[in-house]
C-alpha cells in the first residue's frame, strides 16, 4: 500500500528490535503490534540481520541493524528498543523523526561508555518510553517527554493455572524463571531455599533459563531444570505453587520492570519477592504476596505460604485481579496508541 492508499488516520511506526527472543523485544514491543493495530498504529518489526554478534563491542553490534535503519526511513516514525546497542551511541541520530527510545532496564550503567552515550542518545530522542519511574526520573533529566509504560502481561497467553486439589501430600514447587545473567540473585538466597526444601515433605525447586543454575548447597533429586522455550514457558509456570523473585537492591536491580513478578501474578501464582524497585510498588497494588529482603525473611515466607494453602489462594486471585487491572497488555496498548498518535500530530 502506498501513501495515497494508506488510510490518513493509520500511522506506520518501525520498531528497531534485538533479537527474536530478546525481552525486551517480545515484550516491550512485539506482543503489542496486532493490538495496536486495532488503534491505527501499523507497526513493522526491524530485525538485525545476526544476533551471533550479541558479546562483540558496539560497533560490530550496530552492523547488524543497518537494514532496519534504511527501512525505517519509510514509516512515519521509529521506536527504538534500548538503543541501537547497549552502552554505545552509534546511528540513533541518523533515524527519522520523531524517534522513540523504549528502555526497560537502567541501560546507561551497560558497557564502557554507557554513562556517556544514554544522555546524549536521550537527548536526540523525541520521546522516552520508560518501563518504570525510576528508569523515567532517569531519563528525565535528558529528554523532555518521557512517559511510564509498565512492561504487559498478554493474558491471552498466561493463563490461568488450573485449580489443584488440596490433597495430603501435594508437592510445594519453588518456581523461577529468568534469565542465566540474573542467577546471581537466586545465589544469594540458595541457603534459605535449601533448609526450607530439607525440612518440608512435597518441597522442590523449579526453575526455566537458557541453560541451568549451577547451585550448591541444594539436594540435586529436588531442583528440576526446564530449558526455556516460548512453548514450554507457561506450561512450566502453571506446575508452580509459588514465583520467586529476588534482587540486591542496587542501581541496576532498581531499573528492573518487576517481570518475572507480574508473570507469576499472570496466571495466578503467590510470589515472594526483594521490595527492591518496581517489585516494591507492585506490591503496594493489593495483597498479592509477601516482601522478603533477608535469608531469614525468605524463609519464614516459604513456610508461610507452604502451611496455609487458603492464604495461597487468596494472594493468587488478588495477584491476578492487579495484573488485569494494571499490567494488562491490551490496555496497555491502548496508552501506546496514544502517544504514538501525540507524536504524530493525530
Not at 562483540?56 to 537494514?67: E, Q, R, S, V
Not at 552509534?90 to 550503567?109: G, M, N
Not at 542467577?183 to 525447586?205: M, Q, T, V
Request: charged content about 25%; some cysteine.
Amino acid at each position: 500500500m502506498n501513501d495515497a492508499e494508506r488510510p490518513a488516520e493509520e500511522i506506520t511506526v518501525a520498531a528497531l528490535t534485538a533479537g527474536t527472543n530478546i525481552p525486551s523485544s517480545r515484550f516491550r514491543m512485539r506482543q503489542y503490534i496486532s493490538r495496536l493495530a486495532e488503534h491505527g498504529v501499523n507497526v513493522r518489526e526491524h530485525l538485525p540481520f545476526s544476533v551471533k554478534t550479541r558479546y562483540f563491542p558496539g560497533p560490530f553490534k550496530a552492523m547488524t541493524k543497518f537494514g532496519g535503519l534504511f527501512r525505517s526511513r519509510k514509516a512515519d516514525m521509529v521506536w527504538i528498543s534500548r538503543g541501537f546497542v547497549e552502552g554505545y551511541e552509534t546511528f540513533e541520530r541518523f533515524l527519522r523523526r520523531p524517534r522513540i527510545l523504549d528502555v526497560d532496564d537502567a541501560v546507561w550503567l551497560r558497557g564502557p561508555f554507557g554513562r556517556i552515550s544514554m544522555p546524549d542518545i536521550a537527548r536526540s530522542m523525541d520521546a522516552v518510553i520508560a518501563g518504570n519511574s525510576y528508569l523515567a526520573e532517569y531519563f528525565g533529566r535528558y529528554c523532555k517527554n518521557v512517559r511510564i509504560i509498565p512492561t504487559a502481561i498478554d493474558l491471552d497467553r498466561y493463563t490461568l493455572r488450573p485449580e489443584r486439589a488440596n490433597e495430603e501430600g501435594e508437592k510445594f514447587v519453588i518456581g523461577w524463571t529468568g534469565s542465566s545473567s540474573n542467577f546471581k540473585y537466586l545465589d544469594s538466597i540458595e541457603p534459605a531455599l535449601a533448609r526450607f526444601i530439607e525440612g518440608h515433605e512435597g518441597a522442590e525447586f523449579v526453575l526455566t533459563a537458557d541453560r541451568p543454575w549451577e547451585f550448591k548447597v541444594l539436594p540435586d533429586e529436588k531442583v528440576k531444570f526446564v530449558p526455556w522455550s516460548v512453548e514450554e514457558e507457561v506450561r512450566v509456570l502453571h506446575s508452580m505453587s509459588v514465583g520467586i523473585m529476588p534482587l540486591a537492591d542496587d542501581k541496576w536491580a532498581r531499573g528492573k520492570c518487576a517481570f518475572k513478578m507480574l508473570q507469576y501474578m499472570g496466571v495466578g501464582l503467590p510470589v515472594i519477592v526483594s521490595p527492591v524497585g518496581m517489585n516494591r510498588d507492585v506490591l503496594e497494588k493489593g495483597d498479592i504476596g509477601l516482601a522478603a529482603s533477608s535469608p531469614e525473611e525468605w524463609y519464614e515466607a516459604l513456610v508461610s505460604l507452604y502451611k496455609d494453602r487458603s492464604l495461597q489462594m487468596r494472594l493468587c486471585l488478588a495477584g491476578r485481579k492487579v495484573v488485569e487491572e494494571f499490567y494488562n497488555a491490551d490496555i496497555v496498548a491502548g496508552e501506546l496508541a496514544g502517544i504514538f498518535k501525540s507524536l504524530a500530530g493525530r
